[in-house]
């Protein structure tokens, strides 16, 4: 196990709220980093927000770990230390946490590693928790499964120039080392270390295990050398629990829990809830087999059940609804590390002008050392008389909570005006997305503060049945601050038409063009210039996903053969993986509210799927929850019914739906 992970947040998480990340903090120089604020300190690290810099205007943010002083009195430690991040700095996968740099500055072991902006499991868990939101959604649960089954089946199989398998195993998949970006990425953070620390006898046995014994496998428990099958028993563990909404290995002591694994019967999903899919059943206890030849032999083995689960439960596994779901659950939280940063980035600027040209090994005159023991390692840069009295008054400013921090951002604003400025876009129609360098940042009509004068970037603005604009700005180095500019949308100027094999296919079947559900095989208005995900549905075939792009007034013309659905691969999905956190499943089956009016008598059944853009909401029809949008394939007898839609802040929508006699029903909700 890590001692690091067990005593420390994922490191690559740096959204995430732990120890130590609202104290007040001076960046100060590393090296060739600026630590930006300190994001938690652990037994054996603490953890750094930090501003990588180079020529050219680079900038970067990454994650550092640096060890801490007493532990650079352990040779043993952090020879291994430095070995196997080495090797965990060799791998690059989408699914993983990139590591840039292992190094020393003044005697201080540290880690460089990519920023995930996000959170980990935990964090997530909990703050729906906060929100009450009572399902974790099942289509997010199995992207994550999925994500981490890729990252794992690549660094599992990873070898070195010559060919020898370099046999890395994680040895510490849990809830704290997987992360879900902002975005919607997921990545497996800590690769390496906590092999390292697997092998290091340092410290004490509780404080490596504490928090992380519920997901070992049965040999990692019982102390015996492990392997690669070892992650996707954790991973395993991590599933059952995001699709029963239960805990599966809780002992009232760590013996207790490790009692569990190695001895105990699990229990089946359908034991929790009759209704959960028996395909997936299979996939879950096949990875959670006692016997690791029993289990799955590779991850990729696992990831391609779970793939092929999802096809033919005719599930939506999207990123971009997972970055949907994540920005609308940590809204508030968003917002304040985006005024955290851009506080911090005021002062890096202001000690960058002071300092002069970044260097990977600056002298020793910029550095000061602390006084009291125990203690080593650079301090904030000692200012001249010009910056002196500012950079003292910054902790008290920051201390004195809003009035104080207002205050002190208004004294940046002023302290950088000479670099930074600002520009104001405004849209017909309003409502528009608007992209800076290719990061999402506000909606039209806008004004984006904290932007470089005197440097190019790409400015974009995107709306829903609109022409995209994309045009290179630069805000004037000598001008006025702010430079404000007004696109006319014009509407989407792409058609997508949709030929369907064998014909009898293409009876009854439809388009879902970027989340956005068309009657019939024809799709209009869309921007020309983007690539479109489009997906093909027709009820008693399994659906196909393709992607197309065209140039405007184009009507491009594609070709799709379905494949018609075996009977054991239609699998209605209502309240499949939607327990209430922590809640038996005899608990959480939802009865018809009253004043919901029952409907009529069954004339036949049909299916309903139900969506939401601008968000994410907890669906319910009649009365009985169904999960969190997007819920598909929900079967229910034809006729009348009332859906309702409700948010995680409690607004609710409701709207009649008729579902057709052996067809689809769809309805999307405008949150």
Request: aromatic fraction near 6%; glycine fraction near 10%; include cysteine.
């Amino acid at each position: 196990m890590s001692e690091l992970s067990a005593n420390a947040p994922s490191p690559g998480a740096a959204g995430a709220d732990h120890t130590g990340s609202h104290e007040a903090f001076s960046p100060v120089r590393f090296g060739k980093y600026t630590l930006l604020r300190r994001l938690a300190k652990g037994g054996m690290a603490e953890l750094y927000l930090a501003l990588q810099r180079s020529v050219a205007d680079f900038e970067k943010l990454v994650v550092i770990k640096r060890i801490l002083p007493q532990m650079n009195q352990d040779q043993a430690f952090i020879d291994m230390l430095l070995h196997e991040a080495r090797v965990a700095a060799t791998m690059t996968h989408p699914n993983i946490v990139q590591i840039y740099d292992v190094g020393q500055v003044d005697g201080l072991y540290y880690i460089a590693m990519e920023h995930a902006h996000g959170e980990d499991i935990r964090s997530i868990v909990r703050q729906m928790k906060k929100k009450g939101v009572a399902y974790f959604p099942f289509e997010h649960a199995l992207g994550i499964a999925i994500g981490i089954c890729a990252g794992l089946a690549y660094a599992h199989e990873r070898r070195n120039l010559d060919g020898t398998p370099l046999r890395i195993v994680h040895r510490d998949i849990s809830p704290q080392n997987v992360i879900m970006t902002y975005e919607g990425d997921v990545k497996v953070v800590d690769f390496g270390i906590a092999k390292s620390n697997a092998q290091n006898e340092a410290g004490t046995k509780s404080g490596r295990l504490k928090g992380k014994v519920p997901y070992m496998s049965p040999e990692q428990a019982r102390g015996e050398e492990v392997d690669h099958r070892s992650d996707i028993f954790s991973t395993g563990v991590l599933l059952f629990e995001l699709t029963t909404g239960r805990r599966l290995f809780r002992g009232a002591s760590e013996y207790d829990t490790l009692k569990m694994i190695c001895e105990s019967e699990y229990p089946l999903p359908t034991q929790l809830n009759p209704e959960y899919p028996r395909a997936l059943e299979h996939i879950v206890m096949r990875a959670l087999a006692k016997n690791r030849d029993q289990r799955y032999s590779s991850a990729r083995e696992m990831q391609a059940d779970l793939e092929a689960f999802v096809h033919d439960s005719r599930l939506v596994v999207s990123e971009m609804q997972r970055g949907e779901f994540m920005s609308d659950l940590f809204a508030e939280k968003l917002e304040r590390q985006k005024e955290m940063l851009q506080t911090g980035k005021a002062l890096a600027d202001i000690l960058a002008i002071e300092a002069g040209p970044y260097d990977t090994n600056p002298p020793p005159s910029m550095v000061t050392y602390p006084s009291h023991p125990g203690m080593s390692g650079p301090q904030p840069i000692v200012p001249t008389s010009r910056f002196r009295a500012e950079l003292v008054a910054i902790p008290l400013l920051l201390a004195l909570g809003g009035g104080g921090f207002f205050a002190y951002q208004k004294y940046t604003a002023v302290q950088t005006a000479a670099s930074r400025g600002a520009l104001s876009v405004t849209t017909d129609p309003p409502g528009a997305a608007i992209w800076i360098d290719g990061d999402l940042r506000e909606s039209t009509p806008a004004t984006l503060d904290g932007l470089p004068r005197g440097k190019t970037f790409e400015l974009k603005v995107s709306k829903d049945g609109f022409e995209s604009h994309r045009e290179k700005i630069t805000l004037d180095a000598s001008g006025t601050a702010t430079k404000a500019v007004t696109y006319t949308l014009s509407p989407g100027q792409l058609t997508v038409e949709v030929a369907v094999e064998p014909a009898e296919a293409a009876t009854g079947a439809s388009l879902v063009v970027d989340g956005k559900p068309f009657e019939g095989l024809r799709a209009s208005k869309l921007a020309s210039g983007e690539s479109h995900a489009i997906e093909v549905k027709s009820v008693g075939w399994v659906s196909q996903k393709i992607a197309a792009q065209g140039g405007a007034f184009e009507t491009k013309k594609v070709t799709v053969t379905l494949e018609r659905e075996k009977a054991s691969n239609v699998n209605a999905l209502p309240n499949v993986g939607k327990l209430p956190l922590g809640v038996p499943s005899a608990s959480a089956k939802t009865t018809a509210s009253a004043g919901v009016v029952a409907p009529p008598p069954a004339a036949g059944k049909g299916k309903l799927n139900v969506g939401a853009t601008g968000g994410w909401c907890n669906v319910a029809v009649d009365g009985a929850a169904k999960g969190a949008t997007p819920v598909a394939g929900i079967e229910l007898s034809s006729g009348n019914h009332t859906v309702t839609c409700t948010t995680s802040e409690g607004k609710s929508l409701s709207a009649a739906v008729n579902v057709p006699v052996d067809g689809v029903a769809r309805y999307k909700f405008t949150l």
